[in-house]
């Protein structure tokens, strides 16, 4: 099978302003990586989650230039910056008012060049971070018409969800695929950092014990039985994002947390390969739909607990 030739995309921050004007508005495309710098268990670098987004992005772009060859492609740095970092040190997190603000700022930095694309690779379940980005989405489209399109918020949705399209793709099932019990550095951001970046991976990954969900006590508890409810009555959606809450909350007050969640030893790189694959081809349609629809319309995400997305205002 013949491969796709290597695509060449552009580097915002070593071009020149006489280079930045003489780019097509109408069919040029901005990308950046956007995930925090966090701990990944005993196993994984802090920076796996840019590592891992960085790595999306280059085959967003190897993907975008086959289907659209009349498209350039411009990268930015990536920003070690996101909400909802594991709560432990080593971590760095940042308020999600403060993602939001930097996200808006590039935005309207590159509409008001008359620019309309900014792409987003991104690897970070957080919740507040994951508002924050399609808060941030939603206020450049209202004010410039400007497309910020981050496909993981639909792609976390799908994995948690066991969505049966995505699933399929997949081919890794229940507690493989990043959903609430393989949430962090277990089987799933393990098999993709053996995909994207094997040399950063401690080979004693292998000899790693699962960390299994913790029983919901306390607050989480309290979520997880109105969430039961508010399925009960009706509001599948809205119950299923707080039982996922409540699994998070469980989670990280759990006094005896560790570091990561699932199970490391599980991981492969063809099972990385699998989810890279699919999460491409998700990314892909949005991206797709974006630059078909030429500022005729908005392209929207919906990420799990959205209805609470005034929570991206509260402090970490």
């Known amino acids: 099978m013949q491969q796709d030739p290597e ?3 552009l580097e915002y921050v070593e071009m020149s302003l006489p280079q930045l004007q003489a780019l097509d508005r109408a069919t040029t495309v901005f990308l950046v990586s956007v995930s925090p710098i966090e701990v990944h ?23 975008l230039a086959r289907r659209r060859p009349d498209l350039t492609f411009v990268k930015l740095p990536p920003l070690f910056t996101g909400a909802d970092a594991l709560p432990v040190a080593g971590s760095l997190s940042v308020p ?9 700022a590039y ?4 509409a008001r060049q008359g620019f309309k694309y900014l792409f987003v690779a991104d690897n970070h379940g957080g919740p507040r971070h994951q508002m924050a980005i399609e808060a941030a989405a939603r ?7 400007f497309y910020l399109v981050d496909p993981f918020g639909l792609e976390f949705k799908h994995m948690v969800q066991h969505d049966a399209a995505f699933m399929n793709k997949t081919g890794l099932g229940p507690g493989a695929c990043g959903d609430d019990s393989d949430s962090h ?34 607050m989480a508890l309290f979520v997880k039985r109105l969430g039961k409810l508010i399925w009960a009555f009706g509001g599948v959606r809205f119950g299923r994002d707080l039982n996922h809450l409540a699994n998070t909350l469980a989670w990280v007050n759990d006094p005896n ?26 990314a892909v349609e949005l991206f797709e739909k974006a630059l078909g629809s030429a500022g005729r319309e908005p392209v929207h995400i919906v990420p799990m607990l959205w209805s609470l997305r005034v929570m991206r205002r509260l402090p970490e």
């Open 7 to 9: 695509v060449k995309a």
């Open 257 to 282: 947390m560790k570091p990561y969640m699932g199970n490391p030893s599980a991981a492969s790189q063809e099972a990385g390969e699998a989810m890279l694959a699919a999460r491409v081809e998700v």
């Open 185 to 218: 550095a277990g089987t799933n951001e393990t098999s993709l950092m053996l995909a994207c970046s094997p040399s950063r991976v401690d080979p004693r990954y292998a000899e790693i014990p699962a960390s299994l969900p913790p029983p919901a006590r306390g």
């Open 96 to 104: 999600a008012a403060h993602v939001e603000g930097v996200l808006k």
């Open 107 to 110: 935005g309207k930095g590159l």
């Open 41 to 63: 268990g005993p196993h994984l670098p802090v920076g796996t989650d840019v590592f891992v987004a960085e790595h999306l992005l280059n085959r967003y772009i190897r993907e």
């Open 139 to 145: 206020a450049l489209w209202k004010r410039h018409r």
